[in-house]
């Protein structure tokens, strides 16, 4: 077990981490100090601040969920209008055949 601390808004925060897990925490915390920043969120209390950075990045992950299942969705989409082309392809080339 390792400690890593994490400067976010201002303050210094050690946590706990696996052996080797240091570097992703390190970039984690550089993450959740970036947002804190740009929400000029630094300088509140603590728990003021990590819950107002929280709440953020809980909306990106949404909106990147929401912008996978559309994409998902247009994959879907693509993928029915390929099969459709094949069956288009299939029959024109049946009444070709029986011309």
Do not use: H, Y
Not at 2 to 24: A, M, P, Y
Not at 25 to 42: C, E, F
Not at 48 to 68: I, R
Not at 88 to 97: F, P, R
């Amino acid at each position: 077990m390792s400690n890593v601390t994490l400067s976010i808004g201002g303050r210094d925060f050690r946590v706990g981490c696996r052996d080797g897990q240091e570097d992703q925490i390190r970039k984690l915390g550089t993450l959740i100090d970036d947002v804190v920043r740009d929400a000029n969120v630094t300088g509140r209390a603590p728990a003021e601040m990590l819950l107002f950075a929280s709440l953020l990045l809980a909306d990106q992950v949404k909106d990147g969920k929401q912008a996978a299942s559309a994409g998902a969705d247009a994959g879907a989409s693509l993928d029915q209008i390929a099969d459709r082309l094949e069956s288009l392809a299939s029959q024109l080339e049946q009444a070709d055949s029986n011309t």
